[in-house]
């Protein structure tokens, strides 16, 4: 089993800059992929970006070129990066695990998920 916590997330204004940490335990998550979805109010679970083992990522249209995402294998943590933050930006942020290295778009390819941590962006 993996537990994945979720920090960092918070209330600020759009331009702002936030980072989230997701921490793992109960197993090295180097060999994993690992990805961030967040979920607007309403909406559905939305993919963000993800890293694979090799550490090649890739980003929602959304947030390209504002988001990076990033691997500390020697911390077990995984982080995300946010700049210029827009209202849009404004969901709960999850963590997820694949033990498969999927390095999926989709919720469905993770194993894995933390209980997330709120990012509300104000305009």
């Known amino acids: 089993q993996v537990q994945l916590i979720e920090s960092g997330g918070g209330l600020l204004q759009a331009g702002g800059s936030l980072r989230l940490s997701c921490a793992a335990s109960g197993r090295t998550i180097s060999t994993y992929a690992m990805g961030w979805f967040r979920q607007p109010p309403g909406k559905e679970r939305e993919f963000v970006a993800t890293i694979r083992r090799s550490s090649s990522t890739w980003y929602a249209d959304s947030v390209k070129g504002r988001f990076t995402i990033s691997r500390d294998n020697a911390k077990n943590t995984v982080f995300l990066q946010m700049n210029s933050l827009k209202a849009e930006d404004t969901a709960v942020y999850f963590c997820?695990?694949?033990?498969?290295?999927?390095?999926?778009?989709?919720?469905?390819?993770?194993?894995?998920w933390g209980q997330g941590t709120q990012v509300t962006v104000s305009s």
């Open positions: 997820a695990a694949s033990t498969t290295n999927s390095g999926s778009f989709s919720p469905s390819g993770y194993d894995y």
